[in-house]
Structures are given as C-alpha cells and as structure tokens.
C-alpha cells in the first residue's frame, strides 16, 4: 500500500532537509574551547534568525536539539527550528514547521512558551490557506488549531493576534461556503441556494460578510414566493450594516415586498 501523499512529501522533504545541512554544517561548528557551546549555538541561531538566514539559524539550532539533550535551550531551540521553517515559507518548509512544533508540544506541554508554539502550528496551516473557491483542508486545519489554543491558553498574550487569524480562517470557510450559494442562486436553484445560505448562518453568526448572506438569502426566498420569511432577512442587513454597498437595493427590495 502506498503511503499517504502528504506522509510521503514530508519524508522526501525531511531528507533533502538532512542534506542540506549536512553541506552547511562545516561553517556552523563551534570553536573549540568554547566553554558554553549550547549557549554559543543558540546566540548565533538567534542572530541567523533575525537576518533572515534559514539554513544557517536551522542548523546552529538543530546541532542543540540533537547534541545537547540536557539543555536548558533546547526548547527554545526547537522553537527556533520551527521559525526558520515558517520564515522559509514554501509549501515544503511549512509542512516542515508544523512538525517542529507538534514535536515541541509533544516533549514540552508544559514549557512557559508552548501557547507560541501551538500559535505556530495553526499559523503553519493559517499560510497555507487557498482562495474560497478551492480546497479548504488547510484552512479547517487552522481554524481546528487556533480552537486548541483558545481552549488551552486563555490567558496567552498572543489570544488577541490568534482571534484575529481565527477569523480570518473562519472567514474563508464562510467565504467558500457562500460562493456555492450564490452560484446556485444565479442558476436559479433557489432551494439549493437557500439552503448553503441558511448553513453559512448557522456556522458561523460572525462571518463578516454576513451583509450578502443576508441579501442573497432574502433575494433566494423572494424568488420562491416566501416574501415573508425573507423580509426579517432585508431587516437584518439593515440593523446589522449601516454601512453596506447592499444597502440602497435592500431598502428598496424590502419596500417592494411589504407594498405587496
């Protein structure tokens, strides 16, 4: 049996990874005599980090997870492994980043920065999100993440950036879902239409570009002879959105109704 695509991309990864340090890693050594050579690897990786130079940060960083296993900057070395990976960003190294940090996660839950690390992790997934009308298995994966972190680190310093990056994923769910409705309503499917409107609603009451929901909604029940059950709908997008580019056709679309 094959293995999955994706188990099968990390592996291919991870091994050109292996390789490429392998060529770095001359330059990276410490000077002998060094008489804190973890804390000498971590300075250095730190300061790679910064000037944006992944492989080198990556590899001061990996020579502390692999050969100092006691430490006391390991786990902000393997926090740092991650980050380099993230700072990459390619569709490989994010893959990567993921896994540094589930890693950290797994061997340190209860280390003082592991609400960053499970912030990384669903901003690993959070930039791997694609447009609303194509897959959205990394946004749910992020939205899912950014779940945990809420559930587990209600006092973070990062709650507010991670509400914000929620929304923006959850946004993206409601967008895709929305623009299936709104295909079918210009099909003419209106019960289909109604039906992936009414669902984007009940998902997520926050989405925030409820206003066309609202209106599509409204528009799709009209057309289907229901005029009241789309009225509260028209009434809504005029409570909710005092500032709308729907507004003038809802106001208009919600006279004609209650004239009839």
Known sequence: MSLPFRVWRLAV??????????????????????????RFLYERGTASLKEEKWLDAREYFRQIVDGYPQSAFRP?????????????????SLVLGANEFREFLKFFPTNPRADYAQYRLAMSHHAQMRAPERDQTETRAAVKEFDVFIERYPMSQLM????????????????????????????????GAIDRFREVLRDDSEF???????FYLAESLARSAKPAEAIPYFERLLTEFPVSELREDTQERLQALKMQ
């Open 76 to 92: 902000d070395a393997k926090l740092g492994l991650g980050d380099t990976y993230i700072g990459e960003d390619s569709a490989e």
């Open 160 to 191: 507010t950036e991670v509400r914000q990056r929620r929304r923006e994923a959850r946004d993206r769910l409601s967008e895709a879902s929305y623009r299936v409705g709104l295909h079918y309503f210009r099909v003419r499917w209106y019960p």
């Open 208 to 214: 925030t570009g409820r206003d066309r929901v609202y």
């Open 13 to 38: 990864v991870c091994a050109l990874t292996v390789m490429a340090a392998a060529c770095a890693s001359a330059g990276n050594t410490v000077p002998p005599g060094t008489v804190e050579p973890d």
